[in-house]
């Protein structure tokens, strides 16, 4: 079936810009969101970024248990502890790393009716929160990796690309990136 958006894959630019602040909580977003959460269900994945759909604004669906949520203009007022687990992303298909976050994180928003939110979130939905932030801010889960995993990683993507008769990712795209 098809979904209303295909994914932003590693390699796309778009992936590597700083999303901007979502002005208008409206009836227009609500409308992307709803088409964000049939591509999301269709991969499936439990978290869509704007900027994976080519939307260069600051909001993020999820689905950790059955519940529909987005978050518009998010922002990590406080992180505690680490945690270790396995991670991967819907714009880096196939593949995943075990990554060191941050357990518990607080973080404020808005939903999709303008109210304000406020969450703390644990482990799994922590996670989430960090690595769809880190998509509004042009991070990629790549960069969370150690330099000799990134390496591994980084050549095990170009190969794929090569299979695929495709152009190889530009290695540029990732070097020199500042991390929130
Ligand atoms: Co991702």
Redesign the pocket.
Known sequence: MATPYDIRLFGDPVLRKVAKDVVNIDGKLRKLCGRMFETMYAEPGI?L?AP?VGVQRRFFVYDLDDEPNAMVNPVIEESSGEWLHEEG???IPGLMWDVVRPKEIYITGYDLDGNDVAIEADELLARLFQ??ID?LNGV??LDRLDDDTRKEALKTLREDFLDREEAPPQQQSVGGLSLP
């Open positions: 978290g970024a994976q992303c819907l714009s690595h769809e998509h990629l889960l």
